[in-house]
């Protein structure tokens, strides 16, 4: 059963600061990885898509890893804003139904 | 319309209630995805439907029966739940096939309040 570990759990930083979030799972099997933020009481907005055969993507400040042999994927956020202050969560998609979710990292970026 | 939408956005049930989430999507997809979304817990994947078919169903109770009469649409019924039910039950949708790469998008979500 795959289980997926976001840390820090919760996050705080002053505007401009640059940051990083990591996740890991368990099984390396996956088919691709995708990172999403949630706002409080929304749904989810896809940020990034990585492939299993990829080692990277970007997407203007934000840049996410993979280095799925080890089971970790990290999520490099430049010059932060108080725009992203949000809860970021990352989902490992083992099969062609199934993603599992972490608890997420709530990041505060502070004017 | 554009994306992926909920309706109700909000919704407060009785538990002899009978009621249904209704999910839609614009974007072509043909899989299409419930989730439960409960305080302090990690998203659970309830259904999967690809092409109209179901093809996960993670162990859901029976008082939540999904339907998917067709690739943009999925309903999600409901009927005797309990106040542990109370959760964001979010719809998603993908590209779908057997391939697994593909990006999910998802709606806003519906509110579940079991009283």
């Known amino acids: 059963k795959q289980e997926v570990t976001q840390i820090p759990a919760a996050l705080s930083v002053p505007e401009g600061e640059n940051l990083v979030l990591n996740c890991s799972f368990t099984d390396s099997a996956i088919y691709n990885l995708q990172w999403f933020r949630q706002d409080p009481g929304k749904g989810l907005t896809s940020l990034l898509l990585i492939q299993s055969s990829q080692r990277e993507q970007t997407s203007g400040r934000l840049n996410a890893s993979l280095d799925k042999s080890s089971g970790r994927s990290t999520l490099y956020i430049a010059a932060s804003q108080p725009g992203d202050s949000a809860t970021y969560l990352c989902a490992p998609r083992a099969n062609a139904g199934k993603s599992t979710f972490g608890d997420g990292t709530t990041l505060t970026v502070k004017p | 319309e554009t994306g992926v939408t909920q309706t109700p956005r909000h919704l407060v049930m009785g538990m002899t209630n009978k009621k249904s989430l209704k999910c839609e999507q614009h974007l072509g997809h043909n899989a299409m995805y419930w989730y439960k979304q409960s305080a302090k817990k990690p998203l659970e994947l309830m259904f999967v439907y690809n092409f109209k078919e179901q093809t996960e169903n993670n162990s859901v109770p029976s008082r939540f029966s999904p339907e998917c009469p067709n690739s943009s649409h999925l309903f999600l019924h409901l009927h005797t739940l309990q106040p542990e039910d109370s959760a964001l039950y979010l719809c998603?949708?993908?590209?779908?096939?057997?391939?697994?790469?593909?990006?999910?998008?998802f709606g806003p979500g519906t509110r579940l309040t079991v009283l």
């Open positions: 998603a949708s993908s590209q779908g096939g057997l391939a697994g790469g593909d990006e999910q998008f």
